[in-house]
């Protein structure tokens, strides 16, 4: 009699909702596409389901980074994708992150503007050269997207007492965020508008029918005209699973520091470690790069082999000569597209059936454009 179906209740086991449109996943794309959905139609009832429960998904579990790629990140993007696939990538992240800071701005969230820096490893002077190389190329990639003031320059950063080359490049365009405030802001606002949104629902099936959808759950069947997937990625059925694989992303933070020489977002070897100040405290997530296969996972846990090089960096490195304690640690999933592009997925795999996937580690940036693209999709197919 363990089951956990069987201690649900005949009459939740046997529950019908009905709805003009059903978003699976409750982060801040489903959250945002049910939040314009609901400005465009106000007449629709529209219900978000997730079968997470806060704090267990990827928008409140990233690092808060509002970035767009480091120049390094940048020129392998230009040699995997091609210049003219890497300048579309760059420009939808821009467009994301300015009109990301613009509404955190309008709704009192006040953005860390502190900028962003590429850091280099002092041992390897020759990968710091090749980037420095073609910075100008880099850079006049991103003249026409960005002011004068908002392209990579470079900086001393001595004065921060970190282990890292004393000089570095800055760009004055990134931002930090509190990923759990900007989630409780869409899930207020668009609880405000009229928004459902149910936890603990796992969505096992989909039936079509001819006035939309009938979709199986753990908790019943939801009866609805559309369907709206921004699930990350998996958890679906197979005829309907976007083809996205998983990316673990570990994290560690610390105590607060009184002697904190700098604040900003700081990325290292084509963005696969990246820290920042929250505060007076650190925080340093990565090193996938370091055991792919391993990290090509959806658990939440860590791995000890990560974990410790993270330490590592963090001793060696960010805090030398320090004391500090690491007061948590934690994991988020990105969602990759299995084609190794970049770019972000807007499909339509079934009639009224929309899926949104594909950010690549991205979301925060790319969420408030991908939304506005699925937006008009959905109003217009």
Partial sequence: MNDSKANISFWDLNRTVSCDALVIGAGFSGLRIALLLKKERHNWNIVVVD??????AASTRNAGFACF??????????????????RNLLERRIRGVNRLRAEMHAARLEPGEFGGY???FADHPEFQEHVYDQLDRVNDLLSDMLPASGTYAEVAIDKFQMRFSPSALYTASEFQLNPADLHMYYTRTAEDAGVQIL?????????????????GTSEGVIRCKRVVYCGNGGNLSADMNPPVDPARGQILITNELDAL??????????????????????????ARHLDKPGEQTDDL????????????????????????LVERRWSGTMGFRRDASKEVVVDAPARNFWSLYGYGGMGVALHTEATETLLNRILND
């Avoid at 936890?199 to 979709?215: C, L, M, Q, Y």
């Avoid at 700081?266 to 990565?286: A, D, P, S």
């Avoid at 490195?317 to 500090?324: D, F, G, M, R, W």
Wanted: net charge positive; aromatic share 12%.
């Fill in 261 to 286: 020489q700098w604040r900003g977002n700081f990325h290292i070897c084509e963005g696969y470690y990246y820290f920042r100040n929250f505060g007076k405290r650190v925080l340093l997530g990565g």
């Fill in 69 to 86: 790629g480091s120049p390094s990140e940048i020129l392998a993007d230009l040699r995997t994708l091609g210049p003219d696939r890497c």
């Fill in 118 to 120: 590429e850091v280099f």
């Fill in 199 to 215: 936890r603990g629902i796992d969505v096992r099936d989909f039936t079509e029918e001819n006035a939309g959808w009938s979709v």
């Fill in 51 to 56: 079968r997470l429960p806060i704090g267990a």
């Fill in 301 to 324: 846990g860590q791995s000890q082999h990560i974990q410790n090089h993270l330490e590592h960096v963090l001793k060696q490195l960010l805090l030398p000569n320090k004391s500090y």
